[in-house]
C-alpha cells in the first residue's frame, strides 16, 4: 500500500490550506482514513478520521469546527481542509489507512498500518 500526501506549505495565521492524500494498492473503500499530525519535539497525535463510506468522522478536539475531513472513493483520495489555522498547528501531516476495515473510527496510532511520508504545514504569526 502506497500513501502519498501533499497539499502543506506555509501559512499565515487565520490561513486555509487543503491536504490531499492519493491511495494505492488497496481497496481504498474497504479502509478507515486518517489524519496524524507530529509537531517537533511531540509524539505524533490524532487528528481526524473518516470511516469507508464517508459518513463518519472524528476530530481531535484541538481541531474540530476548523478541519474537515474527506474521501473521494472513486479517486482513491482522502483530503484535509483546514481554516482558521494557528501558529500551534505547524507540524509534519500524515496520511494513514486503517490497519482492518473498522465498522468504526478508530484514532489510536496502532489501528493504523499504512502511512504517508508526511507534509510540512509551516503556521506563522
Given at each position: 500500500?502506497?500513501?502519498?500526501?501533499?497539499?502543506?506549505?506555509?501559512?499565515?495565521?487565520?490561513?486555509?490550506?487543503?491536504?490531499?492524500?492519493?491511495?494505492?494498492?488497496?481497496?481504498?473503500?474497504?479502509?478507515?482514513?486518517?489524519?496524524?499530525?507530529?509537531?517537533?519535539?511531540?509524539?505524533?497525535?490524532?487528528?481526524?478520521?473518516?470511516?469507508?463510506?464517508?459518513?463518519?468522522?472524528?476530530?481531535a478536539d484541538s481541531v474540530k469546527g476548523r478541519f474537515i475531513i474527506s474521501r473521494d472513493n472513486a479517486k482513491n483520495t482522502q483530503y484535509l481542509q483546514m481554516t482558521s489555522l494557528k501558529v500551534e498547528d505547524t507540524a509534519v501531516?500524515?496520511?494513514?489507512?486503517?490497519?482492518?476495515?473498522?465498522?468504526?473510527?478508530?484514532?489510536?496510532?496502532?489501528?493504523?498500518?499504512?502511512?504517508?511520508?508526511?507534509?510540512?504545514?509551516?503556521?506563522?504569526?
Amino acid at each position: 500500500v502506497q500513501l502519498q500526501a501533499c497539499g502543506g506549505g506555509l501559512v499565515q495565521t487565520g490561513g486555509s490550506l487543503r491536504l490531499s492524500c492519493a491511495t494505492s494498492g488497496s481497496t481504498f473503500s474497504s479502509y478507515v482514513m486518517g489524519w496524524f499530525r507530529q509537531a517537533p519535539g511531540k509524539e505524533r497525535e490524532f487528528v481526524a478520521g473518516i470511516s469507508r463510506g464517508g459518513h463518519s468522522t472524528k476530530y481531535a478536539d484541538s481541531v474540530k469546527g476548523r478541519f474537515i475531513i474527506s474521501r473521494d472513493n472513486a479517486k482513491n483520495t482522502q483530503y484535509l481542509q483546514m481554516t482558521s489555522l494557528k501558529v500551534e498547528d505547524t507540524a509534519v501531516y500524515y496520511c494513514a489507512q486503517a490497519r482492518s476495515p473498522y465498522s468504526g473510527v478508530p484514532e489510536k496510532i496502532a489501528d493504523f498500518g499504512s502511512w504517508g511520508q508526511g507534509t510540512q504545514v509551516t503556521v506563522s504569526s
